[in-house]
């Protein structure tokens, strides 16, 4: 039952021939111009860069664990150890070396770059080992300043991905079965996708434009204007003469304001009758303040951090109302995390089985925990898990126990077990 539609022109057609089809009308944000134009919110403005940490740190923060229920434990410590994660119930063990080896939590940085410019690429790497497995050697990040186009085919998926040739040669081209693309909120054949940002654009262009027109009014208005005021003519029938001496006075006034410092040193010399004063505005200059913040309010508001601008000046909602939002926000991290997790399912982990073992092997999933829901950790709560034999006491909860309350390390002779010395004590009391 072959498609009958299509999300693309007929045939194989690139990202040029589609703008068309995105509907984006405004220019500087239709790629590759808005590459630019994102770059600069997120350096630029404050409440930009905010937000994106607001989101992509706890992302970055939680545990990401593998999940290898149903499958072989080679294939899951495989995976496992090209990625540089834990095996979800077993303790996780460190890599002996870190130089040259592949970084989760870089690559994951990057791959959050979808949210800024809509789409983040990488290329995938591997190397073969002395039995013939494929590892993962890096995924290697594409900059999206460097994507040249996208071949898309009439069903919407993916073709390739074009990069700009450098020092005059060709462009590169990436076949889909290397690439891992990351692509936010994409649309059909939208492989650009959607950045985060786009919502907050007019938001930042708006408060912008206040910014400079405030820095104006303070540079005009903070000190005060010098102004001179001449001295009265000398009384002459000759009125050439007369029109010359006001001319010559204004002009000396006109030197003198524009010289006008304050100083130890400073002062100034004016003939009898004559006036200098620093004029400032009259009347109430224009508030701004409150535009600027009602800009900073909707950019958070485009990522639903609303609660980033709670307890401000003239702020409206209490601290009590930032769980309420907390709990929207929390619930967008989770939904992002667990989109990353798919694509890194679908296009890194399975293809790395379907390398070493075939696609009929069962492959294991990249599980992010859930973020916003772990309760604070007390000895309370402890003791109460305890009593109700939910935890057992054991060596690895008193090493977690002493080393999050930073306690010293239990001192134990030569051969000694935790449950020897404490019977030991235990005795030893009685």
Request: with cysteine; glycine share 8%.
């Amino acid at each position: 039952m072959p498609e009958i539609g299509y999300q693309a022109d007929p045939g194989v057609v690139t990202w040029g021939t589609l703008l068309a089809w995105v509907g984006e009308k405004n220019p500087d944000m239709q790629w590759p111009n808005s590459i630019d134009v994102f770059d600069r919110m997120r350096r630029e403005d404050p409440q930009v860069k905010s937000v994106l940490r607001a989101v992509t740190l706890p992302i970055l923060r939680t545990e990401w664990v593998l999940d290898g229920s149903g499958c072989r434990d080679e294939v899951t410590e495989h995976i496992a150890r090209d990625l540089g994660v834990g095996i979800k119930g077993k303790p996780y063990v460190a890599p002996r070396r870190r130089k040259g080896r592949f970084s989760f939590k870089q690559f994951l940085r990057l791959a959050l770059l979808q949210l800024v410019y809509g789409h983040s690429i990488f290329e995938q790497v591997y190397t073969i080992d002395a039995s013939g497995l494929a590892h993962v050697h890096k995924l290697a990040w594409r900059p999206p300043r460097t994507i040249a186009d996208f071949e898309v085919a009439k069903d919407g998926g993916l073709i390739a991905v074009k990069q700009h040739g450098t020092a005059g040669a060709p462009d590169v081209r990436i076949p889909v079965d290397r690439l891992v693309a990351f692509v936010h909120e994409r649309e059909g054949a939208n492989w650009v996708g959607e950045s985060l940002l786009r919502a907050a654009y007019k938001m930042f262009v708006l408060k912008d434009r206040v910014l400079r027109i405030q820095a104006l009014t303070a540079e005009r208005n903070g000190l005060g204007l010098p102004v001179v005021i001449s001295a009265e003519p000398p009384e002459s029938d000759d009125f050439d003469k007369a029109v010359e001496w006001l001319d010559e006075q204004i002009k000396n006034g006109e030197d003198i304001a524009k010289q006008a410092r304050a100083g130890d040193a400073a002062g100034v010399s004016l003939p009898y009758g004559a006036d200098l004063k620093f004029v400032g505005v009259t009347g109430k200059l224009p508030d701004t303040d409150q535009a600027i913040r009602y800009y900073d309010e909707q950019i958070a508001r485009a990522v639903l951090a609303n609660f980033l601008n709670l307890g401000g000046n003239n702020s409206k909602g209490s601290y009590a109302l930032s769980d309420v939002l907390g709990s929207f926000f929390t619930d967008s991290l989770n939904t992002i995390a667990e989109d990353v997790a798919d694509v890194i399912d679908q296009h890194v982990i399975e293809d790395i089985v379907d390398l070493n073992w075939g696609p009929e092997e069962p492959a294991p999933r990249l599980v992010p925990a859930p973020i916003g829901e772990r309760q604070q950790i007390t000895a309370e709560v402890l003791k109460a898990l305890i009593e109700c034999r939910a935890l057992i006491v054991d060596e690895p909860l008193r090493a977690y126990v002493r080393d999050r309350w930073g306690l010293p390390v239990e001192a134990l002779l030569a051969g000694e077990t935790v449950d020897a010395a404490e019977t030991e004590a235990e005795e030893a009391a009685a």
